[in-house]
């Protein structure tokens, strides 16, 4: 089971709107601005999408934002395209000895 | 351009140990703590172990604490990980990745795969 809650699909169609969520705890999520996205397509390794919540890397498109309420953090893909289509990870920075850094279980995105 | 490039990965019989390698170029590497992940064959990413920019400060998750070692040669500009009393569910791909600040992992190589079976 992984630290931070994903829900394991969501689906839109192209030029519309979806929210992942990422729902961990006071320990991680809600304790500290230490959230990250990542976009993995099929075969490939993960990318950086959001970085402290809601800062973009250079090269990501403005369709994609991050934002956080207490201990749940959200990614938003605006005006979806087909080439979104891919697995969305969270993750969180946690604090602890051995737990110093924590992964959602992952999102599939479908784009219809 | 910054690269990240993995090898060592083999099939290993359960017991068995192996050292993988992560080669770092198009950056200072020893300006940059570095990150071994994994993710096994279908499932999600698993933070392994985190080693500071100067090797003096270690960090594993409780999975592999105490069977893990990550190490780095900044002459060589290289991070390991030395992997002992493999289990099968360690079989995984695994990834390095330069911590760009901030607890980001920014870029990630292309992974080597390490299966453990007898």
């Known amino acids: 089971q992984s630290a931070l809650t994903q829900p394991r699909s969501v689906s839109g169609s192209p030029g519309q709107s979806v929210t992942i969520s990422c729902t961990g705890t006071s320990s991680d999520v809600g304790g500290y601005n230490y959230v990250s996205w990542y976009q993995q397509h099929p075969g490939k390794a993960p990318k950086l999408m959001i970085y402290d919540v809601s800062k973009r890397p250079s090269g990501v498109p403005d369709r994609f934002s991050g934002s956080k309420s207490g201990n749940t953090a959200s990614l938003t893909i605006s005006g979806l395209q087909a080439e979104d289509e891919a697995d969305y990870y969270c993750c969180s920075y946690a604090g602890s000895y051995t737990s110093i850094v924590v992964f959602g279980g992952g999102t599939k995105l479908t784009v219809l | ?118």
């Open chain 2, 1 to 118: 351009e910054v690269q990240l490039v993995e090898s060592g990965g083999v099939v290993v019989q359960p017991g068995g140990s192996l050292r993988l390698s992560c080669a770092a170029s198009g950056f200072t590497f020893d300006d940059y703590a570095m990150h071994w992940v994994r993710q096994a064959p279908g499932k999600g990413l698993e933070w392994v172990s985190l080693i500071s920019w100067d090797g003096g400060s270690t960090y594993y998750a409780d999975s592999v604490k105490g069977r893990f070692t990550i190490s780095r040669d900044n002459s060589k500009n290289s991070l390991y990980l030395q992997m002992n009393s493999l289990r099968a569910e360690d079989t995984a791909l695994y990834y390095c990745a330069k911590d760009s600040s901030s607890w980001m992992f920014d870029p990630w190589g292309q992974g080597t795969l390490v299966t453990v079976s007898s």
